[in-house]
């Protein structure tokens, strides 16, 4: 049981449980801003597994395993630019319709045309 | 005892992500959301991943940070016209999202043992590199395409936003002045910027050996430009300027002119020749910091808002 309490295997199913908590804001949240911060935190779980991954396979002197932290790092970066895109989409799509929860428009409204 | 100070770090971080799901206000749960990004780099520290933590509370927390605050001010004024999803809808995502954290829970629970590890291959590689830091030699040596690709990634996203203004707009600035700059704010854009960017050349030069390197000295450079443009110092450039698109483009331009000399004086693509390792990697990196530095901030900064000056 003690083998379980090593940093790991604890941030390793820390990860899990964000995993989970984000993809829930991201499905259910009617806010679009919202779901993008609930991706955000989808991610840091996925990178915490990932990370446990990397502790767990430390060795040849290196406490943490150099690969995955790497990959990591590419994927923290990668992860804030398609936030920003997100974002930018999520104000531009609201400049256009106005509304900034996510619900389907009424059929007899006329579609704004770009201003 | 540090045993504690996990348990203590992993409930923090839980009961943040459950108050960023359920705060009615989006502001409170952005601010909870950066909270959570430098929490967050204290556990990537227990992790033993110095790097991975700078990068997550440079990038992760503070630069999405900032971003999303941004955002969610300029929405502020919209009407939300919410249609929660019904009970029955939010139990059923709940019961499905409760399965993929206790499938990845298991996953966890039953790591290998012996791990897998890449860790002696790096640590007999390493010396060819020239460089101390394993994570820098894997960044730019061993898999120097994932950076230079992920470079290209960062380009397309910016263009991506750019692309988002109006037509008749293309090319000018974004808007980072607000309507009202603080005494305070002007004071520390004029103080900060100087120590930042010291700061960042610091953490990019001793990323060779050390815990640093290019993506978290391109942040901090990211980060005070930022802040000299928020505070009103500096308009932000014309998106169309020659000068900063040769900026933005210079460091992946110059990792892949680099990379086709590997052909030349090397074994192949992104081949490095032997002794001469070090300078072209530290060379690469120098310019790969301004241009992410560049980068980031333009990322932040948004599609532009005003038409280009003639």
Known sequence: MTALLNPATLFGLCGAALVGIGLFVVITHPGLLRRIVGFNILGAGIFLVFGAVARHGAGAGFASDPVPQALVITGIVVAFSATALAVALTQRLLDLTVCKTVQAPPQDQPRRSEP | ?310
């Open chain 2, 1 to 310: 005892m540090t045993l504690l100070l996990d348990l203590a770090l992993i409930a923090w971080l839980l009961a943040l992500a459950m108050h960023i799901a359920m705060a009615p206000k989006d502001q409170n749960a952005i601010v909870a959301f950066i909270a959570f990004g430098l929490l967050l780099g204290l556990g990537w520290i227990r992790l033993s991943s110095i790097d991975v933590a700078l990068t997550e509370v440079a990038v992760g927390g503070g630069l999405t940070g900032v971003l999303l605050l941004r955002a969610e001010a300029h929405l502020r004024a919209r009407p939300a016209t919410g249609r929660v999803t019904s009970v029955a809808h939010r139990t059923m995502a709940a019961l499905g999202c409760a399965a993929v954290a206790c499938g990845l829970a298991l996953v966890v629970l039953l790591f290998p043992a012996p791990a897998p590890t890449l860790a002696p291959t790096v640590a007999a590689n390493l010396d060819a590199t020239g460089l101390g830091n394993p994570v820098t030699a894997v960044l730019l040596a061993h898999r120097a395409l994932d950076t230079l690709l992920e470079k290209v990634v960062l380009l397309l996203a910016l263009i991506g936003v750019w692309s988002l203004a109006p037509d008749r707009l293309w090319g000018g600035a974004a808007d980072l002045r607000p309507a009202f700059v603080p005494e305070p704010l002007a004071y520390l854009a004029r103080m900060l910027p100087p120590f930042g960017v010291l700061i960042a050349v610091y953490m990019f030069w001793v990323g060779a050996d050390a815990p640093g390197g290019t993506f978290q000295a391109g942040t901090v450079l990211a980060a005070m430009w930022l802040l000299v443009m928020l505070a009103g110092l500096r308009p932000a450039p014309d998106t169309r300027r020659l000068g900063l698109r040769l900026v933005l483009v210079g460091g992946p331009a110059l990792f892949l002119a680099i990379g086709f000399l590997g052909f030349a004086i090397a074994d192949g693509f992104l081949a490095y020749p032997e002794g001469a390792a070090k300078p072209l990697i530290v060379g690469i990196e120098a310019a790969l910091t301004v241009s992410i530095g560049a980068i980031l901030g333009l990322l932040v900064a948004g599609p532009a808002r005003k038409a280009p000056t003639p």
